[in-house]
């Protein structure tokens, strides 16, 4: 397994500790007394699906995870501000609402499944994703993403990051 794979999968684990997104556990074949209480639940669940590192803009390296989000009913997953990923986002159900600091761009589900021309969405404007909606999120941003309806939402989630190996020169 090269360096970057597992970086990427530190920087999965990292967000996931660190916005309470917890990662989803691997499924097992087992019956179910009864139907869990919904207080047990995990209010985000983030199940990373594949990963990789491909060489871009030498010299350096980007990360790529696709993963898929749920979240539920009133949860809410802050952005990072530190971390400087990029994140392609596609709504697959529900709705889920964002608010970031910066300008944004949002593609619209069109009548034939195809995405719209991106709109604009100015920064600290509020904006919803629901079913085959997309956006492209900045890395280093503050802001929420949050589930304001009464079922899960969810989301298949692009994650960017480019790492340079440029050396750095000392300074006399």
């Known amino acids: ?18 916005t309470g997104v917890v990662p989803d556990a691997q499924p097992s074949a087992r019956a179910q007394d009864a139907t869990p209480d919904a207080e047990a639940r995990e209010p985000a669940v983030f199940r990373p699906l594949a990963a990789g590192s491909i060489e871009v803009l030498a010299p350096g390296v980007a990360n790529v995870l696709l993963g898929r989000v749920t979240l539920a009913p009133g949860a809410s997953v802050p952005f990072d501000p530190t971390d400087p990923s990029a ?79 440029a050396a750095s020169t000392p300074t006399p």
């Open 1 to 18: 397994m090269r360096w970057g794979s597992i970086v990427a999968l530190l920087i999965v684990m990292a967000f996931a500790v660190g």
């Open 87 to 165: 994140i392609l986002l596609y709504a697959a159900s529900g709705e889920l609402t964002f608010s970031v600091n910066v300008p944004m761009t949002v593609a619209r589900a069109g009548s034939d499944g195809t995405p719209t021309p991106p709109e604009e969405v100015a920064a600290d404007t509020e904006f919803t994703l629901s079913d085959g909606d997309s956006a492209i999120f900045p890395g280093s941003m503050e802001g929420e993403m949050r589930n304001d309806g009464a079922e899960d939402a969810t989301a298949w989630v692009v994650d960017i990051i480019h790492f340079t190996d």
